[in-house]
């Protein structure tokens, strides 16, 4: 071998063994391991129990099941070294005992066992999830908003319950004047609006932006119910509609409508409208009516059936356009329709979302304005325009037109926008599973 050659070779092996003495000598990648959840105490909301688990790190995402009298919140990616009953001697009515436990490699599962009928919200938030607990009926508007100060952090020490804190004070925003009966109802797109949210929203859409089906009820020459004054239906949940799809499109979702103008559009054609889009929520907006001028409030229909007389007096207005043979022999059967698991299935998860709604809107609008919404519930209803959608879907009776003091917020441009927020709120938690509300 040649000196040249030779030297190479020299060369060659020494910037391999380098090479090699390098590669072992660098550290190897972090793993990706569970988070743990390390913590837990509890709180006082209004007469509420309030259940605080805090984790080492960013809160897992959580999925919510419940068996018999127990709610079931598993978390993936996750362990604990906490005690099986981590707030023994602690739990109070209407909760019995409160379990953690490792139920599987890398899953933990929070197990909560109530007595009686209990309303429920959870909330993701940055490092810890927080479990609201009440007696049916008895705290009104449990999911109101869960204040969230990242810059302190949780309290651990002996899962002691955390010192009270002063509440925020409710900045009252004046609404503007209403809009004379005669005058052409706004929708422009709404001004910012300063929110305070159930938990932290998502500061990105999810991936895929998921398409929200926007359907402003009524229209064309069918303009739905009207107030005193002369407000019609059709142009308040126009209006209402667009200033949801702004804020939806805000957040990063994918908008579509079944109507942007005053058009009527058929109740069977709605869905269609959805199913062809590929739609993943089915929204569809309207103003209710009752016989009694003093009711107010927010409520949200899924479609099932139900004995509920004030809920069939309302579906027979609102399905004034559907087909005639609608619930006859001849015609589409809803319990034929609810045999389908499918159908089933989505009946399921717009419960959920309805429930997500009616309680966000109202936060957002408590909030928000300073005022005292009516949350009158997420309720089953036989709607036909929900019939045949292959997606989630909810209808939702912003407020009642019939009461002259809730009709004139409804033609608020300033209204319409924080209710707007309060529904777009609503779907982006219940698109990212980051907050539940519920009852058992």
């Given at each position: 071998m040649t000196a040249g050659r030779r030297s190479v070779a020299v060369r060659m092996r020494a910037a391999m063994a380098a090479f090699a003495i390098a590669s072992f000598a660098r550290p190897a990648p972090a793993s990706v391991g569970p988070v743990t959840l390390e913590a837990a105490r509890i709180a006082n909301y209004r007469g509420a129990m309030e259940l605080h688990f805090?984790?080492?790190?960013?809160?897992?995402?959580?999925?919510?099941?419940?068996?018999?009298s127990d709610l079931l919140i598993d978390l993936p990616a996750t362990t604990t070294q906490l005690p099986p009953r981590p707030l023994f001697g602690r739990e109070t009515a209407p909760v019995k005992t409160i379990r953690v436990m490792n139920v599987g490699p890398g899953k933990a599962q929070i197990a909560i066992e109530v007595e009686g009928k209990t309303d429920y919200a959870i909330a993701r938030l940055k490092h810890e999830i927080v479990i609201r607990l009440a007696t049916a009926g008895t705290v009104r508007n449990l999911a109101a908003p869960i204040l969230v100060r990242n810059d302190e952090p949780p309290a651990h020490a002996g899962y002691e319950p955390a010192p009270s804190v002063a509440k925020p004070a409710v900045k009252k925003v004046a609404l503007p004047p209403p809009a004379p009966p005669e005058a052409h109802i706004a929708v422009e797109p709404p001004a910012p609006q300063t929110q305070v949210a159930m938990a932290e929203e998502p500061e990105h859409a999810l991936v895929g932006h998921p398409l929200v089906m926007i359907d402003p009820g009524h229209g064309g020459y069918d303009p739905g119910t009207s107030s005193v004054s002369g407000l019609q239906e059709k142009d308040l949940a126009l209006a209402i509609a667009l200033?949801?799809?702004?804020?939806?499109?805000?957040?990063?979702?994918?908008?579509?409508?079944?109507?942007?103008?005053?058009?009527?559009?058929?109740?069977?054609?709605?869905?269609?409208?959805?199913?062809?889009?590929?739609?993943?929520?089915?929204?569809?907006?309207?103003?209710?009516?009752?016989?009694?001028?003093?009711?107010?409030?927010?409520?949200?229909?899924?479609?099932?059936?139900?004995?509920?007389?004030?809920?069939?007096?309302?579906?027979?207005?609102?399905?004034?356009?559907?087909?005639?043979?609608?619930?006859?022999?001849?015609?589409?059967?809803?319990?034929?329709?609810?045999?389908?698991?499918?159908?089933?299935?989505?009946?399921?998860?717009?419960?959920?979302?309805?429930?997500?709604?009616?309680?966000?809107?109202?936060?957002?609008?408590?909030?928000?304005?300073?005022?005292?919404?009516?949350?009158?519930?997420?309720?089953?209803?036989?709607?036909?325009?929900?019939?045949?959608?292959?997606?989630?879907?909810?209808?939702?009776?912003?407020?009642?037109?019939?009461?002259?003091?809730?009709?004139?917020r409804l033609a608020s441009p300033r209204y319409q926008a924080m209710l707007a927020d309060g529904i777009a709120t609503a779907i982006a938690h219940y698109l990212n599973a980051d907050v539940a509300v519920g009852n058992l």
């Open positions: 805090a984790f080492n790190d960013s809160a897992p995402r959580f999925k919510l099941h419940t068996q018999g200033k949801l799809q702004s804020a939806l499109q805000a957040r990063g979702f994918r908008t579509e409508m079944t109507r942007s103008s005053d058009l009527f559009v058929p109740l069977p054609e709605r869905t269609k409208i959805a199913n062809r889009a590929n739609a993943d929520l089915f929204v569809s907006i309207h103003l209710n009516s009752s016989p009694n001028p003093e009711t107010t409030g927010i409520e949200v229909y899924y479609l099932n059936n139900t004995t509920d007389h004030s809920t069939i007096r309302l579906a027979k207005i609102e399905n004034a356009g559907a087909p005639a043979s609608y619930g006859t022999d001849g015609g589409p059967n809803l319990n034929y329709i609810l045999t389908d698991l499918r159908q089933q299935y989505k009946a399921n998860e717009s419960a959920s979302l309805a429930r997500m709604i009616d309680a966000q809107a109202v936060a957002s609008l408590d909030a928000g304005l300073g005022t005292n919404v009516n949350a009158l519930g997420a309720k089953m209803g036989p709607f036909y325009v929900l019939v045949g959608a292959h997606m989630p879907s909810v209808l939702v009776e912003t407020g009642f037109l019939s009461n002259p003091g809730e009709a004139q």
